[in-house]
């Protein structure tokens, strides 16, 4: 008998499927599942366990729908612009696109080690001339549609990596990357407008197959809000502020606050408090939006000016303070203090009024000074000092409040989204170039379409200065003519955001290779949208987001006929070190697949990812936990080497058999691996010496979505046909998953002494404890050397020995 060799057996069939191009789809036959992993980007690193998590239940998942007569596309690519690659750059000079397709040749045998089934004839990276073609295509197609805009806005930048950041990569005040201290800056940028998409974005996700929990980051992301905004008239001007609010109890107003960038701030501040105003917005400036947001202590100043409050006749003081945010609301909020716990903080601070509109169910109508005594929307109470509304239910006296400021003119209601435009300008090398030039004469204008790609220069200083470095290099530069008069131009230098590349490439799989179109109709078509996309959690808002965008943009301009991109969406659970917490190179706790592929074979390792736990769930790596599996697949190893088949199964386990089958099409298909592993190991348990040599194909058949390498070279030990990944999945019999059950007689030496009910597919081991667990045998044989004797169906026999 062959010892269980795995790298060599997986050595050999890895060059058998790659000769014979055994996952490569040319067209669709039949039904379809697309089935697609959130492409990496290509790190020096390489693939770590986290990885293999994911890739390696899409492979499963994949490989049991091909066995089940489906057409899979299940391609693989690189996300593999961005700043580690620049970065990385800066320091030794190496040019990003060099060490990019470094870590791609590691990444790419890495998976192919893991034997997972990509189709690599639909492999893309976003970094080639031949994709970003169609990324630059994609910003004309938002620029003509009015989608794509200049604008100067305040951003987050990184004084040490000297671009822009997205608000989700500042973390507590720092850069993502670099952890230098963020600061705010008024730069020209471009958008996107995916404000404009703000409803059905918030819409249509009733329509998704995804976990809730994303599916509610994207509605508080989008942050839909209904109110009004309320129109406050600024004494001794003829300037006004707007204030938005969803709860205006306005009888309790008693100050506004602007936000620091709000464009009546310095038209506003007093003389005498311009010191201090100014002082402050400098100091704000330091701290980031996300800082500003998450920050309890309240500040603020002064502008010296008021306010008239309609409803009180009373003027109120206009403060300036950083919790109040510019693209939040109106950049303008109404301080209701007894009424909002954010307003009471901010009034206790400053030493302003606080007065009381609302008695609670407590009676409660003296001055309030506590937090306990601030009465929020939502809260049950009845309005007072609000002189027609007195007596009124908290919530209707709100409601008739919006009304009344209507009917006034004071008011109007709104819609109001926390969501922003998308910021795409980015101030860096590796990216897509933004394909617009700008005229003295003319402004800007788009490059024509036969002129794409824009291609990125090889001249640059990747040296960041604060401006891109195509702003230096002849090569991107030179020869510019603006198409409007004639004249000379410039190309815009700063790159695109790499979450645009990533937007749409799942639509490029469809047809990666065409040179005319950023996909062919009729293909995008048959294979879109995605069945069944699988990556991190940590996408909830940004990519997948940006990908509903720009689905729907594409999908209104009659280039695609759907308008989601993923059907059904499933987060990995994160593994954590052997330690219990998340790996790091600085914790010393990283888990690299290929030593454990070392010590055990990629088969244990794929089916150890899987078994750990529920998919979805987070669980730390175990040093000795693959072990059991490789032990496992070593004892399938044996069992199928040495071919001890039986002529015919018993019954019990061909029932066991078709439950197995039963069980093994719902749990892949529900993506509930680690019970059908169980339910795989629990068979070879029940069943040992007693398959006949059509089970023993058929528990191959069932065991190769997650052991692709040891099944196959099994497959063709027993005689099975090439390949057994082209095998369709059997079939079970529904009448012979059910439940049937005997009696069994129990017998002491001979002589019946009980019965018991049994189903027919019971184990010897289960038979046999159950009848030592009835009271009456255990009292006749208690003390007694005994062994058991079983005939299967009919009789357990007790035997006494000497």
């Not at 669980?619 to 496992?632: A, D, E, I, N, V």
């Amino acid at each position: 008998m062959k010892e269980y060799a795995p790298a060599t057996i997986e050595e050999k069939w890895r060059t058998r499927w790659k000769k014979d191009h055994l996952y490569t789809v040319s067209h669709l036959k039949g039904d379809k599942k697309y089935i697609l992993d959130m492409f990496p980007y290509p790190s020096g690193a390489g693939l770590h366990v986290g990885h293999v998590e994911g890739y390696t239940g899409t492979d499963v998942l994949s490989r049991f729908y091909r066995m089940r007569g489906f057409t899979v596309l299940h391609p693989m690519g690189w996300d593999a612009f961005g700043l580690p690659a620049e970065n990385y750059a800066v320091k030794t000079g190496i040019h990003p696109s060099e060490t990019t397709q470094k870590a791609i040749v590691t990444f790419t045998k890495q998976m192919q080690a893991m034997g997972f089934s990509y189709d690599w004839s639909k492999e893309l990276g976003t970094h080639t001339p031949a994709y970003y073609r169609w990324t630059q295509w994609l910003f004309l197609i938002l620029y003509k549609k009015g989608l794509a805009y200049r604008a100067k806005a305040q951003v987050n930048w990184c004084p040490s990596c000297k671009t822009v950041l997205a608000n989700e990569q500042v973390v507590n005040g720092e850069c993502e990357r670099c952890h230098s201290l963020v600061i705010q800056k008024d730069m020209e940028q471009w958008f996107f407008r995916i404000t404009a998409y703000a409803e059905r974005l918030l819409q249509d996700l009733e329509k998704l197959d995804w976990p809730n929990s994303t599916k509610l980051g994207q509605i508080h992301w989008i942050g839909k809000s209904e109110g009004i905004t309320i129109t406050y008239t600024i004494d001794g001007s003829d300037q006004t502020i707007e204030c938005f609010t969803t709860w205006p109890t306005n009888w309790g107003a008693s100050f506004l606050v602007l936000a620091p960038e709000h464009h009546l701030v310095q038209k506003i501040t007093t003389q005498s408090e311009k010191k201090a105003v100014d002082a402050y917005l400098s100091e704000v400036q330091m701290r980031s939006e996300s800082q500003r947001i998450k920050s309890r202590e309240k500040t603020g100043v002064f502008t010296g000016s008021y306010a008239l409050n309609q409803v009180t006749g009373k003027k109120i003081p206009i403060w300036v303070s950083d919790f109040v945010i510019a693209h939040v609301g109106t950049g303008a909020i109404q301080g209701c203090p007894g009424h909002d716990m954010r307003d009471f903080e901010f009034a206790k601070k400053f030493n302003l009024p606080i007065p009381r509109v609302v008695v609670g169910e407590d009676g409660d109508t003296s001055e309030i000074e506590s937090p306990e005594q601030v009465l929020e929307k939502g809260q049950t109470g009845k309005m007072m000092n609000s002189d027609f509304l007195d007596g009124m239910e908290y919530s209707a006296g709100i409601q008739k409040t919006k009304e009344y400021f209507v009917e006034k003119g004071w008011g109007k209601l709104v819609v109001n989204y926390k969501l922003r435009d998308w910021l795409v300008s980015r101030q860096r090398y590796w990216g897509a170039p933004i394909p617009m030039l700008f005229c003295d004469k003319c402004g800007w204008q788009s490059v024509a379409d036969s002129d794409l790609p824009v291609k990125l220069p090889n001249d640059v200083d990747f040296k960041p200065t604060g401006e891109s470095p195509l702003v230096h290099s002849q090569e991107f530069n030179k020869g510019i003519i603006c198409p409007q008069c004639g004249g000379k131009a410039r190309r815009e230098a700063d790159t695109m955001d790499t979450f645009v590349d990533s937007s749409w490439y799942y639509m490029r799989f469809a047809d990666p290779n065409n040179a005319e179109h950023f996909a062919d109709k009729e293909k995008l078509r048959q294979w879109l949208p995605v069945d069944m996309y699988v990556g991190g959690a940590e996408h909830t808002v940004l990519h997948l987001l940006y990908s509903r965008f720009i689905t729907k943009v594409l999908y209104d301009e009659g280039y695609v006929t759907f308008d989601e991109p993923f059907v059904s969406l499933r987060h990995p659970g994160t593994i954590l070190g052997p330690d219990g917490v998340r790996m790091s190179k600085s914790r010393g706790n990283v888990i690299n697949p290929d030593d454990e592929v070392s010590k055990f074979g990629a088969d244990t390792v794929r089916m150890y990812e899987l078994f750990m736990g529920p998919f979805k769930d987070m669980k730390p790596w175990s040093t000795s936990g693959g072990q059991g599996l490789y032990r496992f697949l070593k004892k399938v190893w044996n069992i199928y080497s040495n071919q001890a088949f039986v002529k015919k199964s018993p019954e019990r386990i061909e029932k066991l058999l078709h439950k197995l089958i039963q069980k093994m099409t719902k749990d892949i298909a529900a993506l509930k691996f680690n019970t059908a592993l169980a339910a795989l190991m629990e068979f070879v348990n029940n069943s040992a010496n007693q398959l006949d040599k059509s089970s023993a194909q058929i528990f191959l058949l069932l065991l190769a979505p997650f052991a692709p390498y040891i099944t196959e070279e099994l497959w063709e030990t027993i005689g099975g046909p090439y390949s057994i990944h082209s095998q369709s999945w059997p079939p079970f019999d529904e009448e012979k998953t059910k439940n049937s059950t005997s009696v069994l007689a129990i017998q002491i030496n001979g002589k019946l002494r009980a019965t018991m009910q049994v189903e027919s597919t019971v184990t010897e081991e289960e038979a046999c404890h159950k009848a030592l667990s009835i009271e009456k045998i255990q009292k006749l044989v208690q003390n007694i050397k005994t062994r058991l004797i079983y005939v299967p169906g009919k009789v357990i026999n007790i035997v006494t020995v000497e």
